[in-house]
């Protein structure tokens, strides 16, 4: 479900004006995070550590109010809830986009993930997804340790959908690290939002689901 956001009464009304006069309205940061919790979590419950800290992402996207904000037709909507077009890597080094709906329980999430990446992965080609709107792009890069990272953009094509990516996890001081690239549509928010999410999703990294596996 979506509701229409009145751009007149809006607080970003000129801030949505200005920046979507933009050929590229969006800006990205590429931040470190502290995985150690979650991935022990994920060894402890041997499920996979990649979906438990994407469902965390998306913990974190839904709580934060813009990132479910998308433009369609000049006009800014607001999104119950927002799932994830994630690119799966297949054994042959291809890979194909899958599409993965947001639940509040990792246990439903991972059931639904998991066909999903069964589905790409015995398949070939890109399988472009059809997911609509109210979506963010991921994509995992877990054999490079990026510092910045930028992406393929078609500018004739209105695009409001924040891209966050993965790289890869190394060991620092006894922790275990991951970079995260952000990138979102300047139009729909701006950096504050950004360190709303990155703080969220952090804390959430740092926290064990402990009524995720009863």
């Given at each position: 479900m979506k509701e229409k956001i009145d751009i007149n009464t809006w607080i970003r009304k000129d801030h949505f004006k200005f920046f979507s006069a933009f050929e590229e309205p969006f800006f990205g940061v590429t931040v470190e995070v502290d995985c150690t919790a979650t991935y022990e979590e994920a060894k402890e419950h041997n499920v996979s550590f990649f979906?438990?800290?994407?469902?965390?992402?998306?913990?974190?996207?839904?709580?934060?109010?813009?990132?479910?904000?998308?433009?369609?037709?000049?006009?800014?909507?607001?999104?119950?809830?927002?799932?994830?077009?994630a690119t799966i890597n297949r054994p042959n080094g291809t890979f194909g986009f899958g599409y993965m709906d947001f639940y509040n329980d990792f246990e439903d999430f991972r059931?639904?993930?998991?066909?999903?990446?069964?589905?790409v992965q015995t398949s070939t080609g890109l399988i472009p997804s059809l997911s609509g709107e109210n979506v963010i792009h991921y994509s995992a890069l877990p054999w490079l340790n990026f510092t910045s990272l930028s992406h393929a953009r078609n500018y004739a094509y209105q695009d409001s959908c924040p891209k966050i990516s993965f790289g890869?996890?190394?060991?620092?001081?006894?922790?275990?690290?991951?970079?995260?690239?952000?990138?979102?549509?300047?139009?729909?928010?701006?950096?504050?939002?950004?360190?709303?999410?990155?703080?969220?999703?952090?804390?959430?990294?740092?926290?064990?689901e402990v009524n995720a596996y009863v």
């Open positions: 979906l438990l800290y994407l469902h965390k992402s998306l913990v974190a996207a839904n709580q934060i109010e813009p990132f479910r904000y998308r433009i369609i037709d000049g006009e800014v909507w607001k999104y119950s809830s927002v799932n994830a077009a059931t639904a993930a998991n066909k999903e990446i069964d589905k890869k996890l190394r060991d620092e001081n006894e922790r275990k690290i991951m970079s995260v690239s952000i990138h979102v549509n300047h139009a729909l928010m701006d950096g504050f939002n950004v360190a709303q999410f990155v703080d969220r999703y952090q804390e959430l990294l740092s926290n064990k």
